[in-house]
Nanobody, 120 residues
């Protein structure tokens, strides 16, 4: 009933930039926190950045100053601008959202992931 679809991943050279997008659709009363996570091969999924409904942001220390998370509540979209990318940031990037299905009901949703490869 609720879908999160990521786009914007791909191959980029070290030092390059990419912009990821996440589109939410379905029976959504409201979207609370949203975030980007990533999972590299053989590693656990880790937080990259999160943003509250009011726009307060949190970043992993490793991406501070290089990545920017943003959202457009009217369009139910979230973005991640990634600059100065490093090879070790090669991973599948996942969109996350805490969706309010009603006044008191919330549920966590994940997208299917978009791969990012940083390589020369």
């Amino acid at each position: 009933q609720v879908q999160l679809v990521e786009s914007g991943g791909g191959l980029v050279q070290p030092g390059g930039s990419l912009r990821l997008s996440c589109a939410a659709s379905g029976r959504i009363f409201a979207i609370n926190d949203m975030g980007w996570y990533r999972q590299a091969p053989g590693k656990q999924r880790e937080l990259v950045a999160r943003i509250t409904g009011g726009g307060t942001t949190t970043y992993a220390d490793s991406v501070k100053g290089r990545f920017t998370i943003s959202r457009d509540n009217a369009k139910k979209m979230m973005y991640l601008q990634m600059n100065s990318l490093k090879p070790e940031e090669t991973a599948v990037y996942y969109c996350y959202a805490e969706v309010a299905l009603g006044i008191i009901s919330t549920r966590d949703y994940w997208g299917q992931g978009t791969p990012v490869t940083v390589s020369s």
